[in-house]
């Protein structure tokens, strides 16, 4: 029977620019392909193939997909395996903690003929200088939009019971965890609920909770205290022992998205745009931020400022979206550079020595 694929982000482009969680979800590997090369080098491909044969052979594995590319994955990890293999160019950089015993790098610019990019030298140094302005731009614009969404957060804060709130998250800790105290360290993962991509907000809320029994739809507003609880939860997790996945918002990244415990069988998220989702099956339950917190009337006494201020934040957004778009169209363009001067074969092979590899280790 095939394994299963669990798709994430471990990296996203936010309001604070581009935000690495990697390292998180490469610890307690033992073996670590870091893939270097240009744009258009395969990559991804290579990955993706890897991952899939595993997959076919019943290994369970997953999908670090890329933010800046819907189509492409920035890393694939076997975890029976204790194997990974990772993208390890900017802006996601990985520094080796063992170099040889764990990390080893594989470099795919063995596969190019550097004549013919040489050739292209000025064109690759204007696309990639156009790219790095297209990114800019985007962090900036989303920076703007966290801005706004903060003067919108500031009319629920001000209308919010905060004793309430915590007379709720103390009774979700209480009914989470008990009197459980497990005797081992709490394994802690961070990523992405989602991501801000070329297309806008993606997310894998249905993957990832599909095999959960019990999952929690928070609802509410900006400023509602959805993260502020979701940041409690998950320390008292660590206190319980128990092992947390923790999603940070991929437009905000000091802000909590969602949690998963597996070994409960509970997933908590945030179930507001843009990743809204409703109950759809047994076990799923509404949290409803708003009504249980906020002082009844807020949405009609503000509703003309919070119309004004929705409409300032999407046109923000949506400027952000076109500029990572235009980074993309920009990479697509480097991409087909490099693609013309590569030797696939070449990397076939490289691929081949890889799998060779996973296969020993699998072997012992």
Not at 72 to 94: C, E, N, Q, R, Y
Not at 246 to 274: Q, V, W
Request: proline share 3%; charged share 25%; aromatic share 10%.
């Amino acid at each position: 029977m095939a394994g299963k694929i669990r798709n994430y982000f471990a990296g996203g482009n936010t309001a604070k620019g581009f935000h690495n969680l990697y390292d998180s979800n490469l610890q307690g590997l033992n073996r670590l392909f870091i893939l270097k090369g240009g744009p258009g080098t395969g990559k991804s491909s290579l990955m993706k193939k890897v991952g899939e044969k595993w997959v076919e052979k019943g290994f369970n594995i997953e999908f670090l997909h890329c933010s800046s590319d819907n189509n492409s994955i920035d890393g694939v990890i076997i975890p029976a395996l204790k194997v990974g293999i990772v993208d390890g160019t900017a802006p996601h950089v990985i520094e080796p903690k063992a170099p040889g015993a764990v990390e080893e790098y594989i470099n795919l610019g063995e596969a190019w003929n550097a004549k013919a990019l040489a050739a292209q030298k000025a064109d690759i140094e204007t696309l990639t200088a156009k790219i790095s302005e297209s990114f800019a731009k985007a962090y900036d614009a989303f920076k703007e939009a966290l801005e706004i969404h903060d003067d919108w957060e500031k009319i629920y804060i001000n209308s919010m019971d905060f004793q309430k709130a915590d007379q709720l998250t103390d009774k979700l800790i209480e009914s989470f965890f008990g009197k459980m105290k497990l005797n081992k360290k709490s394994d802690v993962r961070h990523r992405f609920l989602g991501a801000a991509t070329p297309v806008g907000a993606v997310d894998f809320v249905p993957n990832l909770t599909e095999e959960i029994p019990k999952r929690y739809f928070i609802k509410g507003r900006p400023g509602s205290g959805k993260s502020t609880m979701l940041k409690k939860l998950a320390a008292a997790a660590e206190t319980h022992g128990v092992d947390v996945e923790i999603y940070h918002c991929g437009f905000d990244p000091n802000s909590l998205d969602m949690l998963i415990f597996r070994e409960l069988g509970i997933a908590i998220f945030d179930s507001t745009a843009p990743h809204e989702y409703f109950p759809s099956r047994d076990g799923d339950e509404i949290i409803d931020m708003y009504e249980i917190l906020i002082e009844q009337g807020t949405d009609e006494i503000f509703a003309e400022f919070i119309s004004n201020i929705s409409t300032k934040y999407k046109k923000k957004m949506e400027e952000a979206t076109s500029y990572l778009a235009k980074a993309k169209e920009l990479h697509d363009e480097l991409e087909a550079i490099y693609v013309a001067a590569m030797d696939f074969s070449v990397v076939t092979k490289i691929q081949n020595k890889i799998e060779e590899e996973i296969n020993e280790l699998a072997e012992v």
